[in-house]
C-alpha cells in the first residue's frame, strides 16, 4: 500500500490519510475513502492528483496496511525528523497546513484552499426502490362478522 518507509508494521494515530490516485486508480480511492467516511470528514484534492482525507477523530492504523500515506497531527512546524531520499511523511498543523515530505523535499499546503471533493457524488441511488410512508400507530383492526341475536330452536327429539 501507500506506507511509509521505516515504518513496517509499526501503528500510528492518523488524522487522515494521503491516496494517490494517479498509482491506485479512482476507484479503488473512492473505496478507501468510504470505507473510511464519518461524519465531519473531509476530502481535498491536491495539484498533483492525489486526494487529502481528514478525520474528525485519530484512527490507530498499522502504517504498513494504511489506505494511504498516514497524517500526523504536529505543531505549527514541519513534521521532526531529517528527511532521507526515500523518506516520505505528512502531517497536519495546527494551523491548518498540510506538510508533504518526499524524497527530502518539503511541501506546505493551506488546507483551506485545496479544492474539496464531494464522496456523496460517486453514490448512484437509480438501483434503490422507493417505498410509500404509512402512518404509524396500531394497525386497523379488521371488523368481525355480526352475530345472530336469536337463538336457534331446539329440535324435539323423537322417542317414539
Do not use: Q, Y
Request: aromatic share 2%; hydrophobic share 40%; glycine share 12%.
Amino acid at each position: 500500500m501507500n506506507a511509509p518507509t521505516g515504518s513496517a508494521g509499526g501503528t500510528v494515530p492518523a488524522v487522515g490519510f494521503v491516496l494517490d490516485v494517479p498509482l491506485i486508480g479512482a476507484p479503488e480511492a473512492a473505496e478507501r475513502v468510504l470505507d473510511l467516511w464519518r461524519a465531519d470528514a473531509r476530502l481535498c484534492e491536491l495539484p498533483d492528483g492525489r486526494w487529502l482525507l481528514l478525520l474528525p477523530e485519530p484512527v490507530r492504523t498499522r502504517a504498513d496496511l494504511a489506505p494511504g500515506l498516514p497524517l500526523k497531527r504536529t505543531g505549527h512546524g514541519a513534521p521532526t525528523g531529517a528527511p532521507g531520499p526515500g523518506s516520505r511523511s505528512a502531517a497536519v498543523t495546527a494551523d491548518g497546513r498540510l506538510v508533504l515530505t518526499e524524497g527530502g523535499a518539503t511541501v506546505t499546503r493551506v488546507i483551506g484552499e485545496l479544492p474539496a471533493l464531494d464522496p456523496a457524488d460517486w453514490l448512484d441511488p437509480s438501483g434503490l426502490a422507493l417505498h410509500r410512508p404509512r402512518a404509524l400507530g396500531a394497525a386497523p383492526v379488521p371488523e368481525a362478522p355480526p352475530v345472530e341475536d336469536s337463538v336457534p330452536a331446539v329440535a324435539r327429539p323423537d322417542l317414539r
